[in-house]
């Protein structure tokens, strides 16, 4: 695991488009923390990094927005508000797992039992003014990604 602060809001932004430029195809990365920790405002940083010109909002209420950018098929999901995982049977999320499109996965364990393991797993966490990046690779594609980030790291783990 590696840890490291991000101490603003543009510092997520920016980690995000970091994220972007050494992403792999088919990765799914779960993004995990309480309401406010900025895990919109990393993928805002990601797909403003691919050339995203739109507003980035969270898909709390539709559960998937989708983005096509630089030959990327990028699906941004928000289980929030989830009841039951198997609703994601009936929006065809067993569709997405191609192995070419990134998932980024906000609350992924409302989708447990359903969701394959995550690549990578990004939590983030208030800390003071700032917030606490915590990453842990699964996978050989999400150690790749890991060895790619320029992190500061962090004392706190």
Same mark, same amino acid.
């Given at each position: 695991?590696?840890?490291?602060?991000?101490?603003?809001?543009?510092?997520?932004? /920016?980690?995000?488009?970091?994220? /972007?430029?050494?992403? /792999?195809?088919?990765?799914?990365?779960?993004?995990?923390?309480? +309401?406010?920790?900025?895990?919109?405002?990393?993928?805002?940083?990601? +797909?403003?990094?691919?050339?995203? #010109?739109?507003?980035? !909002?969270?898909?709390?209420?539709?559960?998937?927005?989708?983005?096509?950018?630089?030959?990327?098929?990028? +699906?941004?999901?928000?289980?929030?508000?989830?009841?039951?995982?198997?609703?994601? #049977?009936?929006?065809?999320?067993?569709?997405?797992?191609?192995? $070419?499109?990134?998932?980024?996965?906000?609350?992924?364990?409302?989708?447990?039992?359903?969701?394959?393991?995550?690549?990578? $797993?990004?939590?983030?966490?208030?800390?003071?003014?700032?917030?606490?990046?915590?990453? !842990?690779?699964?996978?050989?594609?999400?150690?790749?990604?890991?060895?790619?980030?320029?992190?500061?790291?962090? !004392? #706190?783990?």
């Amino acid at each position: 695991m590696i840890a490291s602060t991000l101490a603003s809001a543009q510092a997520t932004e /920016a980690f995000g488009a970091q994220l /972007a430029s050494v992403i /792999a195809e088919g990765c799914i990365i779960y993004l995990q923390g309480e +309401l406010g920790t900025g895990k919109t405002t990393l993928v805002r940083g990601l +797909l403003d990094a691919l050339g995203y #010109e739109g507003a980035v !909002r969270s898909p709390t209420y539709t559960l998937v927005e989708p983005y096509s950018l630089q030959g990327k098929q990028i +699906l941004h999901l928000d289980f929030y508000r989830l009841v039951d995982p198997e609703e994601l #049977e009936f929006i065809g999320l067993r569709d997405w797992f191609d192995g $070419q499109t990134i998932l980024l996965v906000e609350w992924p364990e409302h989708g447990d039992g359903v969701l394959p393991e995550a690549d990578l $797993q990004v939590e983030l966490q208030h800390s003071g003014d700032g917030r606490l990046c915590r990453l !842990r690779a699964n996978s050989v594609k999400g150690e790749k990604v890991l060895a790619g980030l320029n992190l500061k790291p962090s !004392r #706190e783990t």
